[in-house]
C-alpha cells in the first residue's frame, strides 16, 4: 500500500475484502480519493497469491491514472 500511496498521495478510503469459497481464495481492494476510484479484485488458490495480484493491478491502474493526467495540458 505504501508503493501506491507515493503514486496517488495520500488515500482517502482504502478496503480490503478477503472471501473464501471452497478452494478459491479472493481479495478484492477498493482504494477511493478525492478525484478517483481503483478498484481490483483477483482469486486465486492461495490468498497471499490473490492479495499480491490484487495490489498489482491497483498498483498498474494508479500508474496509468498519473500517466494520463501528467499528460493532459491545460
Do not use: F, W
Not at 508503493?3 to 478510503?13: D, F, L, S
Not at 478477503?18 to 478484492?28: C, F, N, V, W
Amino acid at each position: 500500500m505504501e508503493r501506491i500511496e507515493k503514486i496517488i498521495g495520500h488515500a482517502g478510503n482504502v478496503h480490503v475484502v478477503l472471501s473464501t469459497d471452497k478452494y478459491r481464495q479472493i481479495a478484492e481492494i477498493k482504494v477511493q480519493t478525492r478525484s478517483l476510484k481503483l478498484v481490483a479484485s483477483c482469486e486465486a488458490t492461495e490468498m497471499e497469491a490473490a492479495l499480491h495480484d490484487a495490489l498489482e493491478k491497483i498498483e498498474q491502474q494508479a500508474i496509468r491514472h498519473k500517466k494520463k493526467r501528467m499528460t493532459i495540458k491545460r
